[in-house]
């Protein structure tokens, strides 16, 4: 029989009722004629809850202990739900992470799957079991201790048994019913896209529209996993949400995707330091080491062999950020005049693969701005990516004017 992946976040099974719901949803593809792998999340707001009792318990908590806890949510949800289709008479059970086994790397709290084996699963199919309900998020290391993948880590799962067990569709069931054009709480306007490509999708999922997480999508762009984004509070409907798929998939491409931005950015600027070999890598190997993600860097012009470095981050990284450097500088490692911050900007992307045959995207978005007189302080460009920082106070108008222009609530 063809597998079918269906994964339910945290809201989708946030108490009894939900998971009878969730279960329905499951019954119906059962009878459809697929054997079914769920993945389920905990029930939402739970894993927050035991990392704050890890925190509370021990600050500098032993990573393996702090798995073993903050895994245990799914655990429960998948028991209940195995529980609920039994009561419905599917033949159903529930599976940990190191029963599948999902084995994984021992990087505790971020872990990455090496490898799922089907056969145990697939065994029980062949017996007449008809669904395998897998607590996400969680694995085994090498060394036998619990894992878990880094937070919203069931989509991963989900991506990877899809994967692993071929299977015809990988459905993310959420509380919202698809990708949208730009956040909905930003413009009446946004609209929900039938289709998006992996690579799209990638970038509007990494600039923080939080529908998926960024390494599920890597995966199932690597494995070619169709993915499905709907939601379970809506009434069943097979073209429900949306398909997140291969660029060929997808004949009528607009050229813009969607508008995403990010609320708390900072931008860093030190000024005056020496235009020499290696220092780049001698500003960004301390900033990496302290863990600052950077993310934007632009090098100013040079003169009489000194230039200014720009680089974003987030917002509740600058302290970080400037101890990195100050460290950096009192070990003369590099030497500036002042490091600057501006902790009140916003970054706001354009999306789309349209972008790589079709020119003049960026001239219209910076026209765009332009006309409603926001300043654009950085820039920087992929090949399917623009994206600007300006001051968070225009960040709402700046999304909706360029949604307005790119036309994108049209179809
Ligand atoms: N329960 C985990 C979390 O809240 C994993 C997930 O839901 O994806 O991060
Ligand atoms: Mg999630």
Redesign the pocket.
């Known amino acids: 029989m063809p597998i079918l992946v269906m994964k339910f976040?945290?809201t989708s099974v946030a108490n009894l009722d939900r998971i009878a719901r969730a279960s329905k949803r499951v019954a119906r593809e059962v009878a459809n004629g697929y054997d079914v792998i769920v993945i389920v999340?905990?029930m939402s707001g739970k894993?927050n809850e035991l990392v704050g009792w890890v925190g509370d318990t021990s600050p500098m908590y032993d990573a393996r202990e702090y798995d073993a806890i903050v895994s245990s949510?799914?655990n429960v949800t998948a028991g209940l739900m195995a529980l609920r289709l039994q009561e419905m008479d599917i033949p159903a059970r529930s599976w940990q992470g190191w029963q599948v086994p999902v084995k994984t790397t021992s990087a505790h709290s971020s872990a990455r799957i090496n490898e799922i084996p089907n056969d145990n699963i697939m065994e029980k199919f062949g017996e007449g079991m008809r669904v395998a309900v897998v607590a996400?998020?969680q694995g085994v290391s090498p060394e036998g201790r619990i894992t878990t993948l880094g937070?919203?880590?069931?989509?991963t799962t989900a991506v990877a048994f899809a994967a692993a067990f071929e299977a015809e569709r990988c459905d993310i069931y959420t509380d919202v019913d698809g990708v949208y054009t730009t956040d909905p709480r930003l413009t009446d306007k946004a609209r929900k896209l039938d289709k998006i490509a992996f690579e799209e999708m990638l970038e509007l999922a990494s600039l923080g529209a939080k529908v998926l997480?960024t390494r599920s999508v890597e995966l199932a762009m690597r494995y070619k996993v169709k993915l499905r984004v709907l939601s379970s509070f809506e009434e069943y409907d097979p073209e429900a949400g949306t398909m997140v798929c291969d660029e060929e998939d997808i004949m009528e491409s607009k050229v813009v995707a969607g508008v995403a931005y990010q609320r708390d950015e900072a931008k860093m600027t030190l000024i005056s330091v020496a235009d020499r070999p290696g220092i780049a890598s001698a500003i960004f190997t301390p900033l990496a080491e302290a863990g600052v993600n950077v993310d934007m860097i632009v090098q100013n012009i040079s003169e009489e062999g000194r230039t200014d470095m720009t680089f974003s981050c987030p917002v509740d990284q600058v302290a970080r950020a400037e101890r990195a450097m100050a460290e950096a500088k009192d070990s003369g490692e590099i030497n500036f005049h002042d490091l600057v911050a501006d902790t009140d900007v916003a970054k706001i992307s354009v999306v789309g693969i349209g972008m790589r045959s079709h020119t003049g995207i960026a001239a219209k978005m910076f026209d765009v701005l332009s006309a409603e007189g926001i300043n654009i302080k950085v820039i920087t460009t992929s090949e399917i990516k623009i994206s600007v920082l300006i001051d968070r106070k225009y960040m709402e108008l700046a999304v909706q004017a360029l949604h307005d222009a790119f036309e994108l609530e049209k179809a």
């Not at 937070?151 to 989509?155: A, K, Q």
């Open positions: 976040g945290g999340s905990a894993t949510g799914e996400g998020f937070r919203g880590g069931s989509d997480q």
